[in-house]
């Protein structure tokens, strides 16, 4: 082990003033195997459990509203989410690329394909997760959907501030008497008020 964590240093260009570092990190780890090692046990593969997703079923409620029911894309939101609830977000997210590859027109498999990227990310929006919003948009540039999804992954990723224009789009976009303009209304309304609220906060600092 000590010759070739000597080789490595050595090839990796790694500054001869800092080899005894490494050398004494090397001796303590090895003292530490000595002292707590059991290398004669045997081996038992560790499987990490899988953790089950959550769906909130007013998002589940309105996207269903926007982009429809028992049509094909509905049935890959539904198969999407049970591989979520199983604690698959990986899964759920290949459902939702084989939608796209069969219906690479539909706004609405776009958007859900970017929460569920955001959500096996860590609701991070990773360059892939934009993407598919940004094409969702692309697509449906009057519909109301695309940018609610991609301002709602923006505020699971702690990004408010960010998420308020396309907040503001999708109520601007909602028809008046679709049954899902008025949560549309509250969230952006509840939005607001945090907003404000940490503004004055800010401000009081």
């Known amino acids: 082990m000590a010759i070739g964590t000597g080789l490595l240093l050595w090839l990796t260009g790694f500054p001869r003033k800092l080899w005894t ?47 429809g029911r028992f049509n094909f894309t509905w049935g890959s939101f539904m198969r999407a989410d049970a591989m979520t609830r199983a604690g698959a977000p990986d899964t759920a997210v290949r459902a939702m690329i084989l939608t796209i590859r069969q219906a690479p027109g539909d706004a609405g498999a776009w958007a859900w394909l970017g929460i569920k990227l955001a959500e096996n990310d860590g609701n991070q929006i990773s360059p892939a997760a934009k993407f598919a919003f940004e094409r969702a948009i692309q697509l449906a540039p009057q519909h109301p959907g695309p940018p609610f999804f991609y301002g709602l992954a923006l505020i699971r990723e702690g990004k408010f501030a960010e998420a308020r224009p396309y907040w503001a789009k999708a109520v601007e976009l909602a028809p008046a008497k679709a049954s899902y303009r008025d949560q549309l209304l509250v969230r952006l309304f509840l939005l607001d008020r945090f907003l404000a609220a940490k503004a004055a906060e800010e401000k009081g600092r």
């Open 21 to 67: 570092v490494a050398a004494t990190a090397l001796m303590l780890g090895a003292a530490g195997y000595a002292w707590q090692g059991s290398p004669a046990l045997a081996g038992k593969p560790v499987i990490a459990k899988a953790q089950k997703g959550e769906i909130d079923p007013e998002v589940v409620a309105i996207r269903d509203a926007m982009f």
